[in-house]
């Protein structure tokens, strides 16, 4: 067995112990070394989701840039959007904006494709590799764009209180189905 300069000096504090407690000599036994550590892997990333499920399949829109506002309730890294759309045999890219009076603003923050679609009525998935940092509190606003134009079943309910639908204007009346993945 190996008995390192750790083991020895951990045996005499111990035998120390004992024979200043009046237990007189006690054999000791030699133990082996804990095997060494392997890698240490990093934690797994707490991730939560902002959401909105609800949709009335009677109710769409259709936009060359249709898109959703949000807010980020803490700071944390966008991962991905699933987006629900309809459309067949169409590039959809994403793009993540600012806002301001809520309507995106400014140069993209992050983007996302293009994912063709290939299901008529369907929820996608666009990640975002470069995984943003969004500050929470703050109202951004996501754009999914074809050329020829994205449609979406949208949520006639407004079941997502801190945000809605924006085409070339805010629709407070309506919201897409959405769920955006984040990670801290």
């Known amino acids: 067995m190996l008995v390192t300069t750790r083991t020895r000096l951990a045996m005499a504090i111990v035998a120390a112990i004992l024979s200043g407690c009046g237990g007189g000599s006690v054999p000791l036994t030699k133990v082996a070394d ?3 550590p392997g890698p240490v892997e990093a934690p797994a990333p707490i991730t939560y989701v902002v959401e909105n499920l609800g949709v ?10 249709l898109g959703q506002t949000f807010e980020v309730p803490t700071t944390a890294q966008l991962k991905r959007l699933e987006l629900h759309l309809r459309g067949y045999d169409l590039d959809v890219t994403v793009a993540l904006f600012a806002t301001a009076a809520g309507m995106p603003t400014g140069p993209a923050l992050a983007t996302s494709g293009p994912k063709r679609l290939n299901l008529m009525d369907a929820d996608y998935a666009f990640d975002f590799p ?22 979406a079943p949208v949520d006639t309910t407004a079941g997502y209180a801190k945000g809605t639908v924006v085409v070339t204007s805010p629709l407070p009346a309506y ?6 993945h984040f990670s801290y």
Do not use: I
Not at 56 to 65: E, H, I, T
Not at 138 to 149: D, K, L, N, Q
């Open 34 to 36: 804990a095997p060494a």
């Open 56 to 65: 009335n399949p009677n109710v769409g829109l259709a936009a060359f840039d």
């Open 130 to 151: 470069s995984a943003p940092t969004l500050t929470g509190g703050t109202t951004y606003a996501f754009m999914a764009s074809a050329p020829a134009g994205v449609q």
């Open 175 to 180: 919201d897409l189905r959405f769920r955006v």
